[in-house]
C-alpha cells in the first residue's frame, strides 16, 4: 500500500488539533453515529484545560487507497523540541495559517526546521471565515517567509489551499464549492513524495518518539528508514551519540511486538517495511535518538538535534514548615528519579545535579515548558520548592557575557499602545517593526532580553484590559543588557505561624494585594500578599479582635474582604524574586522566603 508520511506544524492556536478532528472524521475512521470529543488528538488532562497541544501524537488515516501517517504537534514555541524530533519522521508538512495574524514566531521556528530538512510543504490558510480575514496578503507574506528562509524551487512551488477547520472543508480558490476537504486528501497524496528507503536492505530505524505501555515496557515509535522489522527478529541498539567514547555500548535485543498505526490506535502486526512509521516493544533501554539496526550491519543514523534551552530553575525539596502534609513523594531521591525520568522523552530539557544533595537545576525553552513539567509531577504526587526562573547566560568570542534574545510580537488596540510600549523599553525592548493589519489593532514586533518577559504576561493583560495577545521565540544570543527591574512593589510577609483571620485581613487590605483567603494556614516566612509601596512588609494575619465586656457603636460591622489574586504556577515563576522561593504541593502553590525568619533576613541583607 502506498505510504505518505506528514507533520502538521503551525503556531498555537491556528486551528491544528481542529483540522485533525475533521480528517479522522471524513477518511471514515469514526462510525456514523461514533460521539466522539472535539479535539480528539488533545488527549493530555493539561491540554484540555489549557486548550493547546504540548505533545506530538501519531495517527494515520486510510485516503482511497494510500495510507496517510500524520503527526499533530504543539504550536507553542516552548515545546519546539517536540517539533524538532519529530519532523525526521516525515516527508513533508502541512503548514497551517492563520488567514488573520499570518505567519507568527513560531510559524517562522517551525518552517525553518522543515525547509532545512528538505521536506516538501503544502501551506494551508485556515479560518478564512474570520471577519477580519486577508488570504491574499497571507498568501503573499508566508511566501515571502519562505524566500526569507531560502526554500528550495520545489519548496516555493509548494500549493496553496484555503479552509476553515473547524467546518471541515478546504479549497483550491476561494471561489471553489466550499464542501469537505477532499481537495487537502488529494494535494497531500499528489504533492508529498512516498517515503523513500530500500525494502530489501538491512533494517535499520531511527527512534523519534517514547511511548510507555504498563504490560510492555517503552515503546519506540519512529519510521523504518531501511528493511523490514518482524516480529522475532534480533536487533542492536546504538545509542545516541554512538562512536563518541561516552556513549554507552550496543545492546542486543529483540523485537518483542510490532505496531502500526491505524486511525487513533494501535494495530499490532508480525512485520512492516521501510517508510511505514511503527512502535516497536521489547527494547528496555531505548532513548530518543538511538538507531535500532541490524545486528550484521549496525549502521548509526545521524541523531536528533535540538536547540539548547535557554531559562533554568533550581527544583529542590520542600524544607517548609508544612512539609509532606500533602505530597506522596518528598525525597530528594524521589524526586531525583522522576526528573531523569523526564529526560527519556522530553529532548529539549536538561537536569543538571548541584553541590547540594537535595537541588537540581532544570533548563528548559521558556517558563511554560518548565511549568508543565512541575504541574505534572504535582498532579503526580510530588511535592518541592521551585526557585525563580533565571536566564543562560554564555560567554562570547572576546569573553564578553552574553544572554537570550526573544522576538516578541504583540497585537495589541491602537489606543491601549501606549503603557505596553512603556513597559517594554523599560524592560529593555528593541522596537523592530511596527504595521497596522487592520481591524483596530497594531503589530508590534520588538528584539528584548528573555529577562524582560519575567512576570510581564499578566501585567501585559492588565494593561490591554485582556484583548492584547502576545507571542514570542528565542531569537539568538546578545550583549547583556544589565541589570533590570521586573518588580517594583514589596510583599506581605507572615511574621508568625497560625491560621488567617478575615479581621486581620480586612485591616490591612486598603494597602495590599492579597495572595491568601481567611481561613488559610499560614506559617513564619510565607508570602501572603503584595504590598502596595516598593519594600517587604512584615504582617500578623492571625490577629483576632479582642472581644471586651463593652459594646461600641460600629464595632461588629461586617469585614468586606476582596477575593484574594490566585496565582498559577507560571504566574508564581514571573513574580518571586531571587529572595524568594514557590512551594509546590498536589493541593497548593505557596510564595515563601528562603529565609523564613525576619532577623536571618535582615542579616544576610546586610552581609550582601
Not at 514555541?77 to 519529530?86: L, M
Request: charged share 25%; with cysteine; hydrophobic share 40%.
Amino acid at each position: 500500500m502506498p505510504i505518505r508520511n506528514i507533520a502538521i506544524i503551525a503556531h498555537v492556536d491556528h486551528g491544528k488539533t481542529t483540522l485533525v478532528d475533521h480528517m479522522l472524521r471524513q477518511a471514515g475512521t469514526f462510525r456514523e453515529n461514533q460521539h466522539v470529543a472535539e479535539r480528539v488528538m488533545d488527549s493530555n488532562p493539561l491540554e484540555r484545560e489549557r486548550g493547546i497541544t504540548i505533545l506530538a501524537k501519531n495517527l494515520s488515516v486510510r485516503w482511497a487507497d494510500t495510507k496517510i501517517n500524520i503527526v499533530d504537534t504543539p504550536g507553542h514555541s516552548d515545546f519546539g523540541g517536540e517539533v524538532e524530533r519529530i519532523l525526521r519522521m516525515v516527508d513533508g508538512v502541512i503548514l497551517l495559517v492563520d488567514a488573520a495574524e499570518g505567519p507568527m514566531p513560531q510559524t517562522r521556528f517551525v518552517t525553518r526546521k522543515a525547509l532545512e530538512l528538505g521536506l516538501q510543504p503544502v501551506v494551508i490558510i485556515n479560518k478564512i471565515d474570520r471577519g477580519d480575514a486577508d488570504p491574499h496578503r497571507v498568501h503573499d507574506e508566508v511566501l515571502e517567509l519562505f524566500m526569507e528562509l531560502e526554500a528550495e524551487p520545489h519548496q516555493l512551488d509548494c500549493p496553496f489551499l484555503y479552509a476553515v477547520g473547524r467546518e471541515g472543508f478546504a479549497i483550491r480558490d476561494m471561489e471553489d464549492e466550499r464542501k469537505d476537504l477532499t481537495p487537502l486528501f488529494d494535494t497531500i497524496v499528489a504533492t508529498i513524495p512516498a517515503p523513500g528507503g530500500d525494502a530489501e536492505g538491512p533494517f535499520q530505524m531511527l527512534v523519534s518518539t517514547i511511548d510507555y505501555s504498563p504490560y510492555l515496557g517503552r515503546l519506540a515509535i519512529g519510521r523504518i528508514e531501511r528493511g523490514v522489522a518482524r516480529v522475532g527478529d534480533g536487533v542492536v541498539l546504538l545509542a545516541h551519540g554512538h562512536g563518541d567514547e561516552a556513549a554507552p555500548a550496543p545492546v542486543r535485543s529483540k523485537i518483542s511486538k510490532l505496531y502500526v498505526f491505524s486511525g487513533l490506535e494501535r494495530t499490532e502486526v508480525e512485520s512492516a517495511s521501510a517508510g511505514d512509521v511503527v512502535a516497536v516493544a521489547g527494547l528496555p533501554n531505548v532513548e530518543i535518538g538511538s538507531t535500532i539496526t541490524d545486528p550484521e550491519n549496525p549502521e548509526p543514523l545521524a541523531g536528533i538535534a535540538v536547540e539548547e534551552p535557554t531559562v533554568s530553575v533550581d527544583i529542590m525539596v520542600n524544607m517548609s514548615p508544612f512539609a509532606g502534609r500533602e505530597g506522596k513523594y518528598v525525597t530528594s531521591r524521589q524526586l531525583r528519579d522522576r526528573l531523569f525520568k523526564e529526560l527519556e522523552s522530553n529532548v529539549a530539557l536538561r537536569v543538571d545535579e548541584t553541590d547540594s544533595a537535595d537541588t537540581f537545576t532544570v533548563a528548559g525553552r521558556g517558563e511554560l515548558h518548565l511549568g508543565i513539567l512541575m504541574e505534572t509531577m504535582r498532579r503526580e504526587g510530588y511535592e518541592f520548592a521551585v526557585s525563580r526562573p533565571r536566564v543562560i547566560l554564555k560567554k562570547g568570542p572576546g569573553g564578553e557575557t552574553l544572554e537570550p534574545y526573544e522576538e516578541v510580537t504583540i497585537d495589541v488596540p491602537d489606543n491601549l499602545m501606549g503603557p505596553v510600549i512603556e513597559k517594554l523599553g523599560a524592560r529593555r525592548g528593541e522596537m523592530l517593526e511596527m504595521k497596522n493589519p487592520g481591524g483596530g489593532l497594531v503589530r508590534l514586533v520588538y528584539r528584548m532580553p528573555a529577562r524582560g518577559l519575567f512576570g510581564y504576561r499578566s501585567e501585559f493583560l492588565t494593561d490591554t484590559r485582556g484583548e492584547g495577545i502576545l507571542h514570542h521565540r528565542f531569537m539568538d544570543y546578545g550583549p547583556y543588557a544589565g541589570t533590570m527591574s521586573t518588580r517594583n512593589r514589596g510583599v506581605l510577609v507572615s511574621m508568625i505561624g497560625g491560621e488567617s483571620i478575615a479581621f486581620a485581613l480586612g485591616n490591612l487590605q486598603e494597602r495590599s494585594t492579597f495572595f491568601i483567603a481567611p481561613g488559610v494556614p499560614v506559617y513564619e516566612g510565607m508570602v501572603v500578599g503584595e504590598n502596595s509601596r516598593p519594600g517587604d512588609m512584615e504582617v500578623n494575619v492571625t490577629k483576632g479582635k479582642k472581644l471586651t465586656n463593652m459594646r461600641a457603636s460600629g464595632s461588629d460591622d461586617n469585614i468586606l474582604l476582596e477575593p484574594p489574586r490566585v496565582m498559577t504556577l507560571e504566574d508564581a515563576m514571573g513574580y518571586i524574586a531571587d529572595d524568594e522561593l514557590i512551594e509546590v504541593t498536589p493541593q497548593s502553590i505557596r510564595l515563601r522566603k528562603r529565609l523564613l525568619n525576619a532577623s536571618d533576613r535582615k542579616k544576610a541583607s546586610r552581609n550582601a
